[in-house]
C-alpha cells in the first residue's frame, strides 16, 4: 500500500487568513523547551497536536508565526506564556473509576486493614490528577469504606502540571454524562444535583484534598509517608531515565508497604529493589 509522503511543515490559519507555518525546526525547537520544562518528550506523531494546541495561542496572542512565538518564550515576558505552553501542551484524558482493579485494592488491601490496625494517620497522594476523576472516586471509595467517616488524620494531595484543569477539579462540578460509570448508591452519597443539570461533588469529599500545581521534574514539597500514591498514564509521556527517576522518588516517599498504582501501559520492567508487584501495575514498599 502506498502512503502519501509527509509534508515538511504543517499550516495553520491566524486571524489575519495567513498561514502559520510550524516547520521542522520549529517543532524541534518547541519540543526542547517543553522536554526542559517538564520532561514531556514530544515524538514526531504529536506534532499535528502540538500545531493544533499552539496554534490557538498564536491567535490570542496575535501572532502571525511560531518564530514570533519562540522569541516571546524566550524573552524576560515568558514567564506568563511558560505556564500556558505546559497547560496547552499537557494531556487530560480521564474518567471516574478507570481502572477500576485499583480502587478495590486500595479499599482492600490498603484502608480496610489500616482502619483496622488503628492508624491514626493517613495520605493519598493523586499525581497528575487533571480534572478531578481520581481524586474524587479515591474519596467515593474511601466513602464507601468508611474512611471519610473514620476519625483519623486524612489527606488527599492532588498535583498537576496544568493549572486550568487544577481549578475544574476543584470545582468538582461535571456534566451528567461524566458520570454515567458510576454506580447510583455511589454517586448518590458522593455526589449532589445542581439545578443546570450538572452535578457537584459533596463537601465531604473536597474537604480532605488539597489542589495543588506540580512538576514532577522539580522538587517536590511533600514528606510523606504516603500510604499510596496514584500516578497513572503520566509515566508514558517521559523518556525512561526520566520514568525511572520518578518511580524512586515515588517509592522513597512511600510508607511500609504503601501502595503505587500506575497506568495499564507503564508497567515496571523487571524487579525493582524498593518495590514489589503485586497485580496489575500494582506495587507495594518493600519491607
Not at 487533571?130 to 471509595?141: L, N, V
Not at 452519597?189 to 439545578?195: G, I, K, T, V
Not at 500514591?229 to 518511580?247: H, Q, S, W
Request: glycine fraction near 6%.
Amino acid at each position: 500500500m502506498s502512503v502519501a509522503p509527509r509534508p515538511s511543515s504543517t499550516p495553520a490559519t491566524t486571524d489575519a487568513g495567513r498561514e502559520a507555518i510550524l516547520s521542522e525546526a520549529n517543532f524541534r525547537a518547541i519540543s526542547e523547551r517543553v522536554y526542559q520544562l517538564t520532561g514531556i518528550v514530544l515524538k514526531e506523531h504529536k506534532r499535528q497536536m502540538v500545531h493544533t494546541r499552539l496554534s490557538r495561542r498564536l491567535r490570542a496572542l496575535g501572532l502571525q508565526d511560531f518564530d514570533s512565538y519562540l522569541r516571546l518564550l524566550d524573552s524576560p515576558e515568558s514567564a506568563t506564556e511558560i505556564g500556558e505552553l505546559m497547560n496547552a501542551i499537557t494531556t487530560n484524558l480521564t474518567s471516574f473509576f478507570r481502572e477500576s482493579h485499583h480502587f478495590d485494592h486500595l479499599r482492600r488491601e490498603v484502608v480496610e486493614p489500616c482502619m483496622a490496625q488503628g492508624a491514626s494517620r493517613f495520605r493519598i497522594w493523586s499525581a497528575g490528577c487533571s480534572t478531578g476523576e481520581e481524586p474524587y472516586t479515591i474519596q467515593m471509595t474511601m466513602q464507601a469504606a468508611g474512611a471519610l467517616a473514620h476519625r483519623w488524620d486524612y489527606r488527599l494531595l492532588a498535583t498537576d502540571l496544568d493549572s486550568n484543569v487544577l481549578a475544574r477539579a476543584a470545582a468538582g462540578v461535571y456534566a451528567a454524562d461524566r458520570v454515567t460509570g458510576v454506580p447510583p448508591a455511589v454517586l448518590s452519597a458522593a455526589a449532589s444535583s445542581r439545578p443546570d443539570g450538572t452535578i457537584e461533588m459533596r463537601p465531604v469529599l473536597k474537604a480532605p484534598i488539597r489542589f495543588r500545581q506540580l512538576n514532577l521534574l522539580h522538587q517536590w514539597p511533600v514528606k510523606g509517608p504516603f500510604d499510596a500514591i496514584f500516578c497513572r498514564n503520566v509515566l508514558i509521556y517521559f523518556d525512561a531515565e526520566t520514568k525511572l527517576g520518578i518511580v524512586d522518588r515515588f517509592a522513597d516517599l512511600l510508607a511500609p508497604h504503601g501502595a503505587l498504582y500506575l497506568g495499564h501501559s507503564e508497567s515496571l520492567l523487571g524487579e525493582h529493589p524498593k518495590l514489589l508487584s503485586c497485580g496489575r501495575t500494582t506495587y507495594r514498599r518493600r519491607a
